[in-house]
């Protein structure tokens, strides 16, 4: 494994997605290539697997590190996995035995200074997985009124000091633009210090950068609509393999194969069901599976996520 990477629950995502020699898989979120790479290797000598991002940077670095070993059975495009439906048919993937969402950020996207993905690495307020589309973080930063803001922070990141942040930015941007995540932090650090009574595990800018960077990419509809163009693209027996790190993602999740299970959506006063939906997935996550403590203490950035996985059901 390539220094600096270390995929998450590695051994659990390849337990649940069992990929098997000659079965087609899709990674929706290559990443660092971490998981690629194994799902590869298990599924030699003639599987294939169809690696999607839209951060052209992940794109060429998995291309450059894997294509000396697995050579045309790793197939590779740019593109957000909003749009597999479209990308996957198109790439000899529309019928497919396993798909993995990894949603969290990698090691080399926290680590870039030109993106300002992470406070502690700084750079541009940027943000985006695609820096030629959408609009930067810095944008919205300078564009947005007070309300929008505090309502940006709460809907996406949680943050419970939405107000407050938000009028401190507005205060800010009248003298100087936020355009650098140092300058952002160090400004939510001096609104929200942090209490020297209780032990602090994140910075007090986590929730405010988790908030923007979902914005800018429009990270949860996407998720919504990845979830079910791979749903479909599963053959009966095919798994469905998440990985989520903060409840907003893991909800959407949560519920998504809850509906699938479930089947039928008629209202629940109807007698019987005129719908006709039949269930599409089996769980097999119950309960959803977190890392050891080994795991975390190995890889800190671990602590927070969560997996779960569904079979697909025969038609």
Same mark, same amino acid.
């Given at each position: ?7 998450? /629950?590695?051994? +659990?995502?390849?337990?649940? /997605?069992?990929?098997?020699?000659? =079965?087609?898989? *899709? ?27 839209? !951060?052209?940077?992940? *794109? ?11 050579? !045309? ?9 909003? $749009? ?9 993937? #529309?019928? *497919?035995?396993?798909?993995?969402? !990894?949603?969290? /950020? ?31 973080? =810095? ?15 709460? @809907?996406?990141? $949680? +943050? ?21 995540? +140092?300058? %952002? ?32 990419? +429009?990270? %949860? ?5 990845? %979830?079910?163009?791979?749903? #479909? ?16 993602? !893991? ?5 998504? *194969?809850?509906?699938? @299970? ?14 006709? @939906? ?5 769980? %097999?996550?119950?309960? =959803? ?5 080994? $795991?975390?203490? &190995? ?10 996985? &569904? $079979?697909?059901?025969?038609?």
């Amino acid at each position: 494994m390539e220094a600096g990477h270390t995929p998450v /629950l590695a051994e +659990e995502v390849m337990s649940m /997605l069992a990929p098997a020699p000659g =079965s087609l898989q *899709i990674d929706a979120t290559l990443g660092g290539g971490g998981h690629t790479e194994r799902i590869l290797e298990a599924t030699d000598p003639d599987g294939r697997l169809l690696g999607v991002d839209a !951060d052209g940077a992940a *794109i060429a670095r998995v291309d450059g590190r894997l294509r000396p070993r697995f050579g !045309d059975r790793l197939v590779l495009r740019q593109a957000n996995f909003r $749009e597999l439906a479209q990308v996957a048919p198109a790439a000899g993937f #529309d019928r *497919i035995d396993g798909a993995l969402f !990894d949603l969290g /950020l990698s090691s080399y996207q926290l680590a870039d200074p030109e993106r300002g993905f992470g406070f502690r690495t700084g750079g541009p307020l940027d943000m985006r997985f695609d820096t030629g589309r959408g609009v930067p973080a =810095s944008e919205l930063l300078a564009t947005l009124d007070g309300n929008e803001l505090a309502a940006l922070f709460r @809907r996406y990141g $949680e +943050e419970p000091k939405a107000g407050r942040i938000a009028r401190a930015v507005v205060e800010a941007r009248r003298t100087t633009p936020i355009a650098t995540a +140092e300058e %952002l932090a160090a400004l939510i650090e001096r609104v929200v210090p942090p209490n020297p009574r209780q032990p602090r595990r994140t910075h007090p800018a986590t929730r405010v950068f988790q908030a923007l960077r979902i914005a800018v990419n +429009e990270e %949860l509809d996407a998720l919504a609509v990845g %979830l079910a163009a791979a749903l #479909d693209l599963l053959r009966p027996g095919g798994r469905l393999v998440v990985l989520s790190y903060h409840s907003l993602e !893991d909800r959407i999740v949560k519920r998504f *194969i809850a509906g699938e @299970r479930r089947g039928c959506v008629c209202p629940p006063e109807l007698p019987v069901c005129v719908c006709g @939906r039949n269930p599409r997935l089996r769980l %097999l996550t119950r309960p =959803s599976l977190t890392p050891s403590a080994d $795991e975390i203490a &190995a890889n800190p950035r671990a602590r927070s996520a969560r997996l779960r996985a &569904a $079979e697909r059901l025969a038609a």
